[in-house]
């Protein structure tokens, strides 16, 4: 297998020299690691030594600590580095003058994956507008999407529901890397900083993470495999409902389910266990947090068999769809707030249109609801081909 070289590993192997004139602040986390898992601000103050002046850290803390979504990490001091680590999940999630005067060039290396509603994408949008605003530059280090570069899914974020889990009309699963992310925010939708991205070496569009001889990190707590990243664009929508999403368990997204749920009900409506690249198998579970703490649930752990024919987002559709049908008396929608949003239902949030779900709860076919945001999504696939920085 050939190993991926990664946006940081690149940079490594032969620095720009204009950066070594300049201060240096890098957004990063636990995953911002090089193929020897080393990490890229120590990897960085090797090669640029007293010039790294400040670290920036996403959702989730900067040692990825933080378990669920509102859940604020504060300012730090790195204890490598002796550099303050300003948290853009806490006070402010807006880049600030102050966070940034201490650096001429921010480095964004973020592992991302793949889905419309992950907010590490929708951090970096706010450093790029920032960047704009106080002359500064950026430098992405690109990575894989884990998910693959050749599969989009799902229907385009309505712009009446921007969030800080949706800015930009992108499909649920976008199949774009970040550093392509970057380009398209910057550039399409008209940002307009001072960017340049350090693309990947070896990487195809077709590859999924296990593809790419690269060791994974949990980029956040509850994505602990890659098995998780690729159910995540659609066991995401249980976060929206009053079913666990496995949250609390060693396999979080990959199963889900409560302790109403009629497993054989769901499993005929779902066309039995075999389904679209995947195996549902029936599992029961307890929480040791979050939802349902210390209850049994009933439910199901996905097991994907065919990943390029599995399809996250209309699986989950199908499921939730028959999880609303079989138990209309005990499931919910969750109400607000949701990632700081205090009027919008959260499952209206997550799918980027209240319409998905009033079709969902109209029992609409499935088959129906995808053919509707068809022509959104070719038209975004035809825009994004235009920043892809891999063919």
């Known amino acids: ?14 620095p720009p020299a204009w950066v070594f004139k300049n201060r240096i602040g890098i957004l990063c986390n636990p995953a911002s690691v090089s193929c020897n898992l080393c990490h890229a601000r120590e990897l960085i103050n090797r090669i640029l030594p007293g010039q790294v002046k400040a670290l920036y850290s996403p959702q989730h803390g900067f040692f990825g600590e933080k378990q669920d979504n509102m859940i604020e990490s504060s300012d730090i001091t790195d204890p490598i580095l002796g550099v303050p680590v300003f948290s853009l999940y806490g006070q402010n999630r807006i880049p600030t003058q102050e966070m940034f ?9 973020l592992q991302d994956v793949g889905t419309r509603v992950y907010t590490f994408i929708y951090t970096m949008s706010y450093c790029l507008e920032a960047a704009k605003r106080f002359d500064k530059k950026v430098l992405v280090f690109d990575r ?78 509850n994505l602990p495999t890659p098995v998780s990243a690729m159910v995540y664009p659609g066991q995401v929508m249980w976060e929206g409902t009053n079913i666990s999403e496995g949250r609390g368990t060693t396999q979080p997204f990959e199963t889900f389910g409560a302790p109403f749920i009629d497993i054989e009900k769901i499993m005929e409506f779902a066309g039995n266990r075999e389904f679209m690249g995947a195996i549902l198998r029936r599992h029961a579970f307890e929480p040791t947090s979050g939802k349902w703490k210390n209850t049994l649930c009933r439910g199901f752990q996905i097991h994907i068999t065919d990943p390029y024919l599995y ?42 249109d209240p319409a998905i779900r009033q079709r969902i709860e109209n029992q609409d076919p499935i088959k129906r609801i995808e053919e509707s945001w068809q022509p959104d999504l070719e038209a975004f696939k035809n825009i994004s081909r235009s920043y892809y920085l891999y063919r």
Not at 101 to 109: E, F, R, S, T
Not at 166 to 188: A, C, K, Q, V, W
Not at 343 to 351: H, S, T
């Open 1 to 14: 297998m050939v190993t991926v070289r990664t946006g940081l590993e690149v940079f490594c192997d032969n």
């Open 101 to 109: 005067d201490p650096i001429d060039v921010l480095i964004v290396d």
């Open 144 to 221: 894989p999407n884990p998910i693959t570069g050749s599969i989009m899914e799902g229907n385009c974020l309505s712009p009446e529901y921007r969030s800080f889990v949706g800015r930009y009309p992108i499909p649920m699963r976008h199949g774009m890397t970040i550093g392509e992310l970057s380009i398209l925010f910057n550039d399409f939708y008209g940002i307009g900083c001072n960017l340049k991205v350090i693309p990947m070496k070896e990487w195809k569009r077709d590859m999924y993470f296990k593809d790419t001889g690269l060791p994974w990190i949990p980029p956040s707590p």
């Open 311 to 352: 399809k996250p987002y209309i699986s989950t559709l199908k499921l939730l769809q028959a999880v609303r049908l079989h138990h209309e008396d005990e499931f919910e929608w969750k109400l607000p707030p949701y990632e700081y949003e205090f009027d919008r239902l959260p499952i209206d949030l997550i799918l980027g």
